[in-house]
């Protein structure tokens, strides 16, 4: 069973930035694709940041040039720095894994808890 805990969430001026981290626990060999996603209140869920294992990233219009995807192979983690935040940006900020190689069902996605982002003066 994988586990995905995120940190580093807060409050944070406009034009400021934060950097969240998410790491992955459990029995498993390497994770393949990790994701950062977000939810506003009264929105859907969206895709923010992706990051294959050899590192291929791709991002959210509304996020390139600001955000960078980043992870660690070796212990597991996968982190968001965020730069210039905007009010918009505020969100609940979710981690993501598939491709779990190494447990039973390796396509089946994992969810970390969530962290608060809130970009306000």
């Known amino acids: 069973q994988v586990q995905l805990v995120e940190s580093g969430g807060g409050l944070v001026q406009p034009g400021g930035s934060l950097r969240l981290s998410c790491a992955a626990s459990?029995?498993?060999?390497?994770?393949?694709?990790m994701r950062w996603y977000r939810q506003a209140p009264g929105n859907e869920r969206e895709l923010v940041a992706h990051?294959?294992?050899?590192?291929?990233?791709d991002y959210a219009d509304s996020v390139k040039d600001r955000f960078t995807i980043s992870r660690d192979n070796a212990k597991n983690t996968v982190s968001l720095q965020m730069h210039s935040l905007k009010p918009e940006d505020t969100a609940v900020y979710y981690c993501?894994?598939?491709?779990?190689?190494?447990?039973?069902?390796?396509?089946?996605?994992?969810w970390g808890q969530g962290t608060q982002v809130t970009v306000s003066s």
């Open positions: 459990g029995s498993f060999f390497y994770i393949n694709v």
């Open positions: 993501f894994a598939v491709g779990i190689v190494g447990v039973q069902r390796p396509n089946s996605p994992v």
């Open positions: 990051i294959t294992s050899s590192g291929i990233t």
